[in-house]
């Protein structure tokens, strides 16, 4: 069993940075893509991005690319969004979740384990 936990989300005006972490006990992440989603109210959870255990492997949606970098530190069993340029449309819920196949990918059914959430604020 795998527990993830989010931290970092906060308010933040537009054209600011966060940096989100998922800290993961339980079992180690070296082996496992990691992912993070979003969801923003009245919406559905949609992907952000991801990364496969080895690092080789990184996948964005075209909404974050440019702005947001995933990565991780496999020794700390931690991964990190950096989101810069934030802009109103960002704010939601982001979620990270733990593919233990190590495939990651966009699609959330792709992933066994999820944290529970942090809230991303951008106010205008």
């Known amino acids: 069993q795998v527990q993830l936990v989010e931290s970092g989300g906060g308010l933040v005006q537009a054209g600011g940075s966060l940096r989100l972490s998922c800290a993961a006990s339980?079992?180690?992440?070296?082996?496992?893509?990691m992912g993070w989603f979003r969801q923003a109210p009245g919406k559905e959870r949609e992907f952000v991005a991801a990364k496969t255990w080895s690092g080789a492997n990184t996948y964005y949606a075209d909404s974050v690319k440019g702005r947001f970098t995933i990565f991780r530190d496999n020794t700390k069993n931690t991964v990190f969004l950096q989101m810069n340029s934030l802009n109103p449309d960002d704010t939601a819920v982001y979620y990270c979740?733990?593919?233990?196949?190590?495939?990651?990918?966009?699609?959330?059914?792709?992933?066994?384990?999820w944290g529970q959430g942090t809230q991303v604020t951008v106010s205008s």
């Open positions: 339980g079992r180690t992440l070296s082996s496992y893509a």
């Open positions: 979740a733990a593919d233990v196949n190590g495939k990651g990918g966009s699609s959330w059914s792709a992933y066994h384990y």
